[in-house]
């Protein structure tokens, strides 16, 4: 009987299932279900030839399209207690810490750096949805104030990139209070006239969007991101009656008025850099800004 489990049902099962190295060569778009050849995925950034559809990238990659060559210094973030209400589900929340800790390679769901887009000093706080769902806990409260403590200090724009599945449950109400502690953090951004973008990707839902994400002088999104505060099984389920189709997506809410522009990843670098330029383009001479928004060009009048 150790004969067969040892020897035989091992190389029976290599003969079924071939070790690729760990390289999965090709990737199916989840939109349109085509297959992509991998060079041809990371060519394109993530983003299906076929479709156009917009796939989660890591921050870190994120990061490398959008500044300039030459890297980003890291801004550090204070550290928070560890499960702070002892909570466990189907397994304790220390452990899942530690389990999305060791896949990203990174402490919570938000990197905070400061770096150059075009020569421009910039802080970037960036979302990792591969961290818990890029919920936001104590410690993704705790790296947007750090990001715009940074921005005020070094008197330099900030720009939040988010991918969140809103407030981070296994941390009751102290996940809650994130939503007005990072509210506060934006409004010392403001309150030093420095421009604050936010960049939405998919998805930005919960108590993100219903707090910091919401609050850019200028909203940005990839196309065909969700963008919403509750899903819209239950939106529908609350009022009873079927949703538009595209509901929550980032073009319905741009032509509803919720968002000021709906950018492509290839073009986002380039984006980022004309409306920087045109909300800095004020600035006095011994560095106060003027208000952000005389930059920009009028309104057509109706």
Same mark, same amino acid.
């Given at each position: ?12 099962r290599a ?109 970037? %706080?960036?979302?990792?949805? !591969?961290? @818990?769902? +890029?919920?936001? /806990?104590?410690? $993704?409260? #705790?790296?947007?104030?750090?990001? =715009? ?69 200028? %909203?940005?999104?990839?196309? !065909?991101? @969700?963008? +919403?505060?509750? /899903?819209?099984? $239950?939106? #529908?389920?609350?009022?009873?009656? =079927? ?9 319905y809410l ?31 001479a011994e ?16």
């Amino acid at each position: 009987m150790s004969w067969l489990t040892n020897f035989v049902r091992p190389r029976i099962r290599a003969l079924v299932r071939k070790d690729n190295g760990g390289n999965n060569l090709w990737h199916k778009c989840p939109a349109c279900e085509r297959m992509i050849f991998h060079r041809d995925l990371d060519a394109a950034n993530a983003v299906c030839p076929h479709c156009d559809h917009h796939m989660p990238i890591k921050p870190a990659r994120r990061l490398a399209l959008l500044l300039d060559e030459g890297g980003w210094e890291r801004v550090e973030v204070p550290a928070v207690p560890v499960d702070p209400l002892r909570f466990r589900d189907r397994k304790r929340y220390g452990d899942r810490l530690k389990e999305a800790q060791t896949e990203t390679e990174e402490k919570d769901a938000v990197i905070v750096v400061q770096g150059r887009l075009d020569g421009r000093p910039v802080v970037v %706080a960036a979302f990792n949805f !591969g961290f @818990i769902g +890029g919920s936001m /806990g104590i410690a $993704v409260g #705790e790296a947007i104030l750090a990001a =715009a403590n940074r921005a005020v200090t070094q008197r330099a724009p900030l720009i939040v990139i988010t991918a969140s599945g809103g407030a981070r449950m296994q941390e009751g109400a102290l996940s809650l209070m994130q939503m007005p502690r990072t509210t506060i953090a934006v409004d010392q951004v403001k309150a030093a006239g420095l421009p604050y973008i936010v960049v939405m990707t998919h998805p930005t839902t919960g108590g993100v969007t219903a707090s910091f994400a919401m609050l850019g002088d200028i %909203a940005m999104a990839e196309p !065909g991101a @969700i963008i +919403g505060f509750a /899903g819209a099984r $239950v939106i #529908e389920e609350t009022i009873g009656q =079927a949703l538009p189709k595209g509901f929550q997506r980032a073009e319905y809410l741009l032509d509803h008025g919720m968002l000021d522009m709906v950018v492509h990843r290839r073009d986002l670098r380039d984006r980022l850099i004309r409306v920087l330029g045109l909300l800095t383009a004020g600035r006095r001479a011994e560095g106060a800004p003027a208000t952000a928004m005389a930059a920009l060009p009028a309104p057509a009048s109706a």
